[in-house]
Nanobody, 122 residues
Framework: QVQLVESGGGLVQAGGSLRLSCAASERTWRTVTMGWFRQAPGKDREFVAAITWSGGVTIYGDSVKGRFTGSRDNSKNTVYLQMDSLKPEDTAVYYC???????????????WGQGTQVTVSS
């Protein structure tokens, strides 16, 4: 069972930055891609970004393009989400997930972290 542990959430003012981390207990063929999703109260889970372990190919949701950057450190089995120019509408619980394909669909991801709260004040 792959375990994912997120860290780095918190409270930040609009325009500020945060970096989220997600450490995976292992990498297998089931976890070739690491995704980031978020969910605000009363809203559906939203795709944020995803990155492959091999080659570091990244994709982003439209609402975060140009502001968020995904990266990974294969030696640490850890992926990162650098969030810049944060807006109040970025406030949500952020989840990392692992799955077998580079996709925006949450149903494809097999493993999920516990989530970390990000709050952006105006």
């Amino acid at each position: 069972q792959v375990q994912l542990v997120e860290s780095g959430g918190g409270l930040v003012q609009a325009g500020g930055s945060l970096r989220l981390s997600c450490a995976a207990s292992e990498r297998t063929w089931r976890t070739v891609t690491m995704g980031w999703f978020r969910q605000a109260p009363g809203k559906d889970r939203e795709f944020v970004a995803a990155i492959t372990w091999s080659g570091g190919v990244t994709i982003y949701g439209d609402s975060v393009k140009g502001r968020f950057t995904g990266s990974r450190d294969n030696s640490k089995n850890t992926v990162y989400l650098q969030m810049d120019s944060l807006k109040p509408e970025d406030t949500a619980v952020y989840y990392c997930a692992a799955g077998p394909a580079l996709t925006t669909s949450p149903s494809v991801y097999n493993y999920w972290g516990q989530g970390t709260q990000v709050t952006v004040s105006s």
